[in-house]
C-alpha cells in the first residue's frame, strides 16, 4: 500500500514508519529539514521535501497516497492548534475517497477521572482536555465522510530510551539529583511501547475500520511515584514529593498534567485489531531495559 506518514523523523513516527516498511508498505514520510530527510531515508521510506505548514505538499503528497498516517506534532509550539487544523484539512482534502485515514490522539483527550478507568466512549471536550486541540482533530478526522478514519488514543509511549516526559524526568535527576512527584504520588497512569503502538498502527492500516477511536495502553498501571522511583535509581537520584505549588512553580500548567489519572482500557484495540502489547513493562524497561542501556 501507498502510505504518506507525517512525523516520521520523531519518536512515536519514526517507529511507525520502520514498522510499515517493514510490513512491505511503499511509506513516503514528510520531511522538513535535510537531518529529517536523512532520518526517514535511514529508515526505508522516500522522503517528501516539507512541513506541516506546506500545504500545497501536504495535499499533494496525499493525492497520491492510499493511506495517510498523522504522527507529526510539537507540544510545546503555541501555534500547533492552528498549524494542525490546517494540515489536517490539506491532508485530507488530498486524500482519495475510501483512503485510509490514521490520526495520532492522546489519553490527555480524556478529562482527569481520578483513577477512574476510562474507554473509548467515555465523554472528552475541548474544555477538559489539557490538548484540546487533540479533541478537535480528532473531530475533524472522523467528521470526513470520503475516507476510513482511525483515531489512536496513545497512553504514555515509552520504551527505546525515549519519550518526552521519561526523558526530562532522566536529564533532570542527573541534573540536580532528584526526580520530582507531586503530593503521595499515588496517581496511577497506563502506558504503551512504542513498539506495540507501532504494531497498532500497522493494523489499523491494513484492517480498515472506518470512525474506529481506539485507546492504546497496557493492562499495566504504574503510580507516578513509582514511575519517579525508576527514574531515581537509573540516574543515582533521590526521588523526592514536592507540592502542588512548587509543582506549578517548576513547570507552569504542564504540572497539572502530573496529577492526573485516567488509566485506559485499551479493550476495544484488541477486539478490533486482534492487539496484543508484548513488549516489557515501563518500570522494567526503564530500571533494566533500553533506558538503562542508553
Request: aromatic share 4%; proline share 4%.
Amino acid at each position: 500500500m501507498r502510505i504518506l506518514i507525517t512525523g516520521a523523523s520523531g519518536y512515536v513516527g519514526g517507529v511507525v514508519a520502520e514498522h510499515l516498511v517493514r510490513a512491505g508498505h511503499e511509506v513516503a514520510a514528510l520531511a522538513r529539514s535535510d537531518r529529517a530527510r536523512e532520518r526517514v531515508e535511514g529508515l526505508g521510506a522516500k522522503a517528501v521535501p516539507g512541513s506541516l505548514r506546506d500545504l500545497d505538499v501536504l495535499h499533494g503528497a496525499a493525492a497520491t497516497a492510499e493511506a495517510v498516517v498523522h504522527t507529526a506534532v510539537d507540544y510545546a509550539d503555541p501555534e500547533m492548534g492552528e498549524i494542525e487544523r490546517d494540515a489536517l484539512a490539506a491532508l485530507l482534502g488530498g486524500l482519495n475517497g475510501g483512503g485510509a485515514f490514521v490520526y495520532t490522539s492522546t489519553g490527555l483527550v480524556y478529562p482527569d477521572t481520578r483513577g477512574a478507568t476510562v474507554d473509548e466512549d467515555h465523554p472528552v471536550t475541548a474544555e477538559t482536555s489539557p490538548m484540546p486541540y487533540k479533541v478537535l482533530g480528532e473531530r475533524r478526522v472522523l467528521s470526513a465522510g470520503h475516507v476510513a478514519a482511525t483515531v489512536i488514543r496513545a497512553a504514555l509511549v515509552y520504551g527505546r530510551g525515549g519519550s518526552g516526559l521519561l526523558q526530562g524526568l532522566i536529564a533532570g535527576g542527573r541534573q540536580s539529583g532528584t526526580v520530582p512527584y507531586v503530593g503521595e504520588g499515588t496517581n496511577a497512569w497506563t502506558s504503551v511501547h512504542v513498539d506495540d503502538l507501532a504494531a497498532l498502527y500497522v493494523a489499523a492500516v491494513e484492517r480498515r475500520t472506518p470512525g474506529a477511536v481506539v485507546n492504546a495502553a497496557s493492562a499495566e498501571r504504574t503510580t507516578m511515584r513509582r514511575i519517579a522511583e525508576a527514574v531515581a535509581e537509573l540516574t543515582g537520584a533521590r526521588a523526592v514529593s514536592i507540592t502542588p505549588e512548587q509543582a506549578a512553580a517548576a513547570m507552569g500548567q504542564s504540572a497539572g498534567v502530573l496529577t492526573r489519572s485516567s488509566p485506559m482500557d485499551a479493550s476495544r484495540a484488541r477486539r478490533l485489531f486482534g492487539w496484543a502489547p508484548e513488549r516489557p513493562g515501563l518500570i522494567e524497561d526503564l530500571t533494566t531495559g533500553s533506558y538503562a542501556q542508553s
